[in-house]
């Protein structure tokens, strides 16, 4: 069920309905009579525009008009805080509402050694999106990947993360001398969300050897 976070202008009939608004992407629609003459939805963090769609059309004018801005720059935008929608023309730019931010990652890496690293990762308020994923041997960025590969397993565990999957290939296996630490780290791109079950250790140094109690 759509939650309604914009305002309603009665002179401008102007009205928006958010369905969801996190650090990726605002989705929702958009009461058709405030779209003619538009030439953009402008999403704003604060004063900083975040993220712009060419004003969506719809047949007849009178349906509300579905939309879904990706957010260009996720560490642009404050867990908790909120999001404005605008929309842009030639009479400048009008607010249509605000929405606040509230993401829902789910993820985890399941199989981690010197040749790759796998899992998947997921935004839960729009699976078909995919994700970024940054991956980092001892802190040290290694590359990012696109968290849209279809596997059965997530499949079975719900269709809509079917195609949620990740498997990033280091560019030559790792070369891991003995007795030196060696992890690997993953969280989604341009924040700080980390995966469920990073860090990962490939290798690990002990100083002394860790006993079992009897």
Same mark, same amino acid.
């Given at each position: 069920m759509r939650e309604e976070v914009g305002t309603k202008d009665a002179g401008a009939a102007l009205a928006v309905r958010f369905g969801s608004a996190d650090r990726f992407q605002v989705s929702g629609e958009i009461a058709a009579p405030a779209l003619p $003459?538009?030439?953009s939805l402008v999403l704003l963090a604060g004063e900083t525009v975040v993220?712009?769609?060419a004003a969506p059309v719809t047949p007849g004018g009178e349906a509300p008009a579905p939309f879904r801005i990706p957010v260009e720059e996720a560490a642009a935008v404050e867990e908790g805080g909120s999001l404005t929608l605008a929309l842009e023309g030639e009479g400048g730019r009008r607010v249509l509402g605000t929405a606040p931010v509230r993401s829902r990652v789910a993820g985890a890496l399941d199989r981690c050694n010197e040749a790759l690293v796998r899992g998947w990762a997921a935004n839960l308020n729009c699976p078909d999106q995919p994700l970024e994923v940054e991956i980092?041997?001892?802190?040290?960025?290694? $590359?990012f990947v696109v968290a849209n590969r279809r596997r059965s397993d997530l499949e079975r565990m719900d269709k809509a993360l079917a195609a949620t999957a990740f498997l990033f290939?280091?560019?030559?296996?790792l070369d891991l001398p003995r007795g030196e630490t060696a992890v690997i780290t993953a969280r989604i791109r341009g924040t700080g969300i980390e995966l469920g079950n990073s860090p990962w250790w490939i290798a690990r140094a002990y100083e002394s050897l860790p006993l079992l109690a009897g």
């Open positions: $003459g538009a030439r993220g712009r769609l980092l041997l001892n802190g040290q960025s290694q $590359g290939k280091f560019a030559r296996p």
